[in-house]
């Protein structure tokens, strides 16, 4: 899999369905809603199903292929 792209965010933390939209991996906070039920995405490694899960600097979120890691 390819290095994850850096994307930085403003504060400490960030929800995962506000990180998948900032980071470009979804189009939508209802597709967020949609794929992290279906449980499509992973957070570190692991399948993640809380669209509230709070990441962090350093957490690597991937869906489909595609990964993108929280920057501060």
């Known amino acids: 899999m390819p290095e994850p792209e850096d994307v930085p965010i403003r504060d400490e933390v960030i929800r995962l369905g506000q990180f998948l939209k900032l980071a470009n991996l979804i189009e939508s906070g209802a597709e967020a809603k949609s794929v992290i039920a279906d449980g499509l995405v992973s957070v570190n490694g692991e399948v993640e199903v809380r669209r509230g899960r709070q990441l962090r600097d ?10 993108a890691r929280v920057s501060h």
């Open 58 to 67: 350093g957490d690597v979120v991937e869906i489909g292929g595609l990964s």
